[in-house]
């Protein structure tokens, strides 16, 4: 039985990450990063213009489904959560989004650590290259502590400058959405650098130091405890502490398997309780999206095929890679990002009726209440028809989902129930953001070229378009606060503020789980902070102790 000092579950953002770092300023110590999937080290499968069909590869996605949602016409939604070295970073659509500093603020204040706040976090930044006077960043010397390269793509298309510049006249113009107030129209920042998306195994694991051992297809099934003592997992043993960076599924789900959580659930599933932790699973929180989509005219210059088979992915995989042509070059081509405020949605009866911490929080400068991203690849439209798809996100449960158990069995998938749109303030975020996104679009600059609509709702009242959106919206796959991290004296904290699970020893979580609140982002930026942070953390304590002993 080999034993380690550190041992790290998960090699997501969060924990590629903290098992580097802890690595490099920790070289006396024995640290391995353990993951369920594979090496994911493929160069077919990590083009940036294919990055939407990645999550489709077998063995990098859990492949995981929510059950039946009530209030999306009783769909189960798909839940994709990836697998293997590089996480979710392996199979998302790399969007790379930091979010409004008032998260951050707001973080800070809920969790009493000043470690979270704005003008503590704001330096780590991954440096981004300047592209046509669309993209601004202060050259201030921060972005020392980033590995993750971070950019715009390197073409640009003649139509994409008229489109942004059509966009100025309705909403306002945003050199930089990672500024900490992401406010307005902005080039959407990516991970990716020459063509291919940056994953975060490729970014922090690609030259790693001999104390830092990576084990992959190494399935952990729950925790080996003495007390409430956490010792190691099956086989392996930890000298000095276990961290938990599964990811705001797995992580919940291996703490219950272990008996730490609500013990009323355990108890019904006959486990025993080691820990009784009320909030372990609960608090599940995530985004929802759908698109609207215009056939364009034939002079458009937007998207003109999706890829819907893998014969036609592999020919068109073949042409980007002999000259960087085909079908792929429309899909590394720029697209927009917005974040907005709406009057509407804030003096709605729906938002009025939040508490007054919500409401206060929502009102801040730099918190959005809604996204939309343009310049989609959409199913909706064949070739040789031109098409103009819009994203638009928007928080899609507040705060009431969970992750149970559904059996004994460590194979078996968790039950995801977001319970989406089970809030009234829910429906009218939706209604509002969508209402105003068609309202945009039909905006005389912004409509353009555009012919018809091919998805959207059928009108712009309130039961049309929740219709639509019941029908049409899914997960954006940005879940987190199943393991919330806040004060020891909320009964429903789950890690404090240094990441330590309540009352085990030797045990931390550090992934989205631990965020107690959705943030206005694309997550894996903030999954990166919390790896970084965590490793200041554990590296600051291991010092300390150090220097104490006689």
């Known amino acids: 039985m080999t034993d380690y000092d550190y041992i790290v579950v998960g090699a997501g953002p969060a924990g590629c990450a903290l098992a580097k770092r802890l690595a490099d300023h920790l070289p006396r110590q024995n640290i391995l990063l353990l993951d ?40 189960e939604v798909d839940y994709s959560r990836g ?31 000043p470690a979270w706040a704005w003008e503590n976090v704001e330096n780590f930044h991954h440096p981004i290259s300047e592209a046509s006077g669309y993209v601004a960043v202060a050259d201030d010397g921060r972005g020392k502590r980033g590995l993750v390269d971070v950019g715009v793509t390197e073409i640009w298309d003649p139509g994409f400058d008229e489109f942004m510049k059509n966009a100025y006249h309705y909403h306002p113009k ?84 272990s008996g730490i959580g609500p013990s009323q659930d355990l108890s019904v599933l006959g486990i025993p309780v080691v820990q009784d932790l009320p909030g372990v699973g609960k608090n599940l929180q995530d985004r929802l999206f759908l698109e609207l989509v215009t056939v364009q005219d034939p ?26 042509s085909g079908p792929l070059s429309d899909y590394y081509l ?75 069995n460590s194979n078996d998938p968790p039950i995801i129930d977001p319970k989406f749109l089970s809030h009234p303030f829910d429906k009218r975020v939706a209604i509002e953001s969508v209402r105003e996104t068609l309202t945009f679009l039909k905006q005389p600059l912004m409509a ?19 219709a639509y959106v019941r029908k049409a919206a899914i997960s954006m796959w940005h879940a987190c606060g199943t393991v919330k991290m806040g004060k020891l004296d909320d009964p429903n904290t789950c890690v404090d503020k240094d990441f330590k699970v309540v009352g085990v020893e030797r045990l931390r979580v550090v992934d989205m789980s631990v965020v107690p609140f959705l943030p206005s982002a694309h997550l894996q930026a903030v999954a990166y902070l919390i790896g970084e942070t965590a490793a200041e953390k554990i590296i600051s304590e291991h010092q300390q102790a150090t220097l104490s002993v006689p």
């Open 36 to 75: 369920a999937g594979g090496p994911n080290e493929d160069k077919a499968h990590q083009t940036f213009g294919e990055r939407h069909w990645t999550l489709t590869v077998p063995g990098y996605n859990w492949g995981y489904k929510t059950v039946s949602q009530p209030e999306l016409d009783s769909r």
């Open 83 to 113: 697998k293997g070295l590089g996480g979710s970073t392996a199979i998302n659509f790399c969007v790379y989004t930091r979010g409004p500093s008032a998260d951050y603020d707001h973080w800070s204040a809920l969790v009493e650590d």
């Open 299 to 324: 002079g458009s210059h937007h998207r003109t095929s999706y890829i819907d088979s893998p014969s036609a992915l592999g020919q068109a995989r073949k042409e980007w890679t002999k000259n960087k």
């Open 174 to 257: 945003n050199n930089n959405h990672n500024s900490g107030n992401p406010i307005g129209i902005s080039v959407c920042q990516l991970s990716a650098c020459g063509g291919h998306r940056v994953t975060a195994s490729g970014a922090y694991l690609a030259s790693t130091p001999s104390n830092l051992t990576i084990m992959t297809n190494a399935t952990v099934t729950k925790l080996v405890l003495k007390g409430k003592s956490v010792v190691g997992v099956e086989l392996v043993r930890a000298q000095k502490e276990f961290i938990l960076s599964a990811g705001a599924v797995d992580s919940a789900k291996l703490l219950l398997l």
């Open 448 to 466: 353009k070229g555009s012919l018809r609509f091919a998805a959207g709702p059928d009108g712009h009242s309130d039961e049309e378009i929740l």
């Open 334 to 408: 720029p697209q927009m990002i917005a974040y907005l405020k709406s009057d509407k949605i804030a003096s709605s009866k729906e938002f009025e009726d939040l508490d007054d911490q919500t409401r206060q929080f929502m009102h801040a400068e730099t918190k959005p209440f809604y996204e939309i991203v343009s310049q989609n690849p959409s199913p909706s439209v064949k070739a040789p028809e031109k098409y103009l798809s819009t994203a638009v996100a928007f928080p899609g449960n507040h705060g009431s989902g969970s992750i149970r158990l559904a059996s004994l």
